[in-house]
């Protein structure tokens, strides 16, 4: 902020309006002298609070677009790694203990309640002998976010894949 008189800078947080000549201009304090010094009108106490405050997205998703499209999870995977534990007759904690895991994120896992990122999945396909990452191309993945929408639920693509 400058002077409009002089062009002096004038402090942002407390520029001083100054009457002169009929007009209420910000001013340098040297330049106020001219004038008569006007109050600062008070400060409207709301107008400001929501400013630059957009609502958050916060919509997450598990699924990597453009960056990574070739593979992802796939859409059982808590099914196929309990199958494929439970046939190898471990314990949560068994696998747990193979992958360096605490049981809890085994179980969660299990129950779908967490989706294992890129590094847990490898873990899992290794200790398991599974394959849980699937190609996808980008038309396939969109249809599949779309539809994830619906009523197409974890529990319905296990319902129908165990019949
Ligand atoms: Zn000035």
Same mark, same amino acid.
């Given at each position: 902020m400058e002077c409009e008189i002089c062009g002096k800078p004038v402090p942002e947080n407390n520029p001083i309006r100054a009457k002169i000549e009929g007009s209420v201009m910000v001013v340098c304090k040297e330049c106020s002298k001219l004038g008569t010094v006007q109050k600062a009108p008070?400060?409207?106490?709301?107008? +400001?609070? !929501?400013?630059?405050?957009?609502?958050?997205?916060?919509? +997450?998703? !598990?699924y990597s677009r453009?960056?990574?499209?070739s593979e992802e999870l796939i859409e059982d995977f808590s099914f196929e790694v309990r199958k494929a534990r439970e046939a190898k007759d471990w314990s949560r904690e068994d696998l747990g203990r193979k992958i360096n895991e605490r049981v809890s994120v085994i179980t969660r896992i299990e129950t779908g309640k967490m989706t294992p990122d890129t590094k847990l999945t490898k873990k899992l396909e290794k200790a398991l002998n599974i394959k849980l990452l699937e190609k996808v191309d980008n038309v396939d993945l969109n249809q599949f976010i779309n539809s994830s929408?619906?009523?197409?639920t974890l529990g319905n693509i296990m319902k129908i894949k165990r019949k």
């Open positions: 008070p400060k409207p106490k709301y107008v +400001k609070q !929501n400013k630059g405050k957009k609502p958050a997205n916060t919509r +997450k998703r !598990n453009n960056d990574e499209p929408s619906g009523e197409r």
